[in-house]
């Protein structure tokens, strides 16, 4: 049990430097730039569930908050003021969806492994991590709920600082092209990229989900 806990508290710990990090990492793509943040924060919750997902993401809005400067644009309490800070708290809620969708994808095999017969002793442990396995589909599927949750929280958010902290009248249709158009090919791609960098791990048996 002790070895347990030691594990989820590196893991946790792990994520939230990576989401931390993933702010300033970038690969440049044609036509636009992908962070690593949001790949980290879907990552965290295809790898470790929903309620460590969801620690993790909070752990690093906490230490931002505090006045370490792991936000894109430093960090302390002031940072609830911005605009952007709603998809710091979009990460919470998106890691914990997908994490928990994981979870419920885990439990619900495909047909075709939980249906197969074990002939051989050898074939007992293949069928094992078969079962172990988890459709890509299924996974980009779960990531996209949690990317829905954290553009949906943010662009409130967004909106909410605009109009009502900032009151500069602001268009709805400027911060849909802002906090939408203009991310969501990039997310996607992390989104996909975090999908199959999890199935790859998960078939290792490196998840808590």
């Not at 309490?77 to 914990?96: D, E, H, N």
């Not at 662009?155 to 991310?183: E, N, P, R």
Request: with cysteine; net charge positive; glycine share 10%.
């Amino acid at each position: 049990m002790s070895n347990v806990r030691a594990r989820n508290k590196v893991l946790c710990a792990l994520f939230t430097a990576l989401i931390a990090v993933g702010a300033w990492i970038q690969i440049p793509l044609p036509f636009l730039s992908v962070t690593l943040q949001t790949f980290f924060v879907l990552t965290a919750g295809y790898l470790l569930g929903a309620k460590l997902a969801a620690l993790s993401a909070t752990l690093y809005m906490v230490i931002g908050l505090m006045g370490v400067p792991v936000f894109s644009g430093g960090g302390g309490l002031s940072y609830v003021l911005r605009p952007s800070f709603g998809y710091i708290i979009g990460f919470v809620v998106g890691a914990w969806v997908t994490g928990f969708l994981t979870e419920q994808i885990a439990r619900n095999p495909a047909k075709e492994y939980t249906q197969r017969k074990v002939k051989q002793k050898n074939d007992c442990i293949d069928q094992k991590r078969r079962q172990n396995k988890t459709r890509l589909g299924a996974l980009i599927l779960a990531g996209t709920a949690g990317l829905a949750c954290i553009y949906l929280i943010g662009i409130l958010y967004f909106t909410a600082i605009h109009w009502l902290y900032l009151k500069d009248g602001m268009a709805f249709s400027q911060i849909f092209l802002y906090c939408f158009v203009l991310c969501i090919p990039g997310d996607a791609i992390s989104c996909v990229m975090a999908a199959f960098v999890a199935r790859r791990l998960r078939i290792q048996r490196f998840c808590l989900a």
